[in-house]
T-cell receptor, first 114, second 111 residues
Framework: DAMVIQNPRYQVTQFGKPVTLSCSQT?????MYWYQQKSSQAPKLLFH???????NEADTPDNFQSRRPNTSFCFLDIRSPGLGDAAMYLC?????????????FGPGTRLTVT | SQQGEEDPQALSIQEGENATMNCSYK?????LQWYRQNSGRGLVHLIL???NEREKHSGRLRVTLDTSKKSSSLLITASRAADTASYFC???????????WGAGTKLIIKP
């Protein structure tokens, strides 16, 4: 089945220790998104790729970086995680076309910072 | 950024009852979507309604859209325990393929 896969599902890192979260998709969608979601809140968009074009939200901290080496994979790098970065990180995709704004989500990676 | 507001923030009903959630937004839209999120999981797309549509059905789901009031409602009929989840509305932004999310309604179905 075509899907969005996130690894790992749970990640524990130490304060200040860099961490990378990964996302892959078999949907061949050209747009990929990274969201941060804290408990009982709506997802907050960090950045997205339209094909290879990177689009950073204005309020995304510099501590957060992303890479998209190819259509299928996208990575979220947190250079120096702080306690406030503990959250669920969601990857999503969408495809240019009729239902362009319909997004397909992965199961998320829950990040704990100790 | 969030432009959607949802109410209620939380809703608890008995299994078999109908559940209604509302979403209001601030700017003009092309479409509005509803997503479901089970606890600790990703979001699942439920239904999309376009600005020129007033009502849409999908199984036990019924969505209405009133663009004059900038509001939408999601009705789940004959609720089941498996419907326990958070429900989010999302509208399209002007550009950049983004969605603007509501704060969500947490629905609990009691057996």
């Amino acid at each position: 089945d075509a899907m969005v896969i996130q690894n790992p599902r749970y990640q524990v890192t130490q304060f200040g220790k860099p961490v990378t979260l990964s996302c892959s998709q078999t949907l061949n969608h050209n747009v990929m998104y990274w969201y941060q979601q804290k408990s009982s809140q709506a997802p907050k968009l960090l950045f997205h790729y339209y094909d290879k074009d990177f689009n950073n939200e204005a309020d995304t901290p510099d501590n957060f970086q992303s890479r998209r080496p190819n259509t299928s994979f996208c990575f979220l790098d947190i250079r120096s995680p702080g306690l406030g970065d503990a959250a669920m990180y969601l990857c999503a995709t969408s495809r240019e076309g009729l239902s362009f704004y319909e997004q397909y989500f992965g199961p998320g990676t829950r990040l704990t910072v100790t | 950024s969030q432009q959607g507001e949802e109410d209620p923030q939380a809703l608890s009903i008995q299994e078999g009852e109908n559940a209604t959630m509302n979403c209001s937004y601030k700017t003009s839209i092309n479409n509005l979507q509803w997503y479901r999120q089970n606890s600790g999981r990703g979001l699942v797309h439920l239904i999309l309604i376009r600005s020129n549509e007033r009502e849409k059905h999908s199984g036990r789901l019924r969505v209405t859209l009133d663009t004059s009031k900038k509001s939408s409602s999601l009705l789940i009929t004959a609720s089941r325990a498996a419907d326990t989840a958070s429900y989010f509305c999302a509208t399209d932004a002007d550009s950049n393929y983004q969605l603007i999310w509501g704060a969500g309604t947490k629905l609990i179905i009691k057996p």
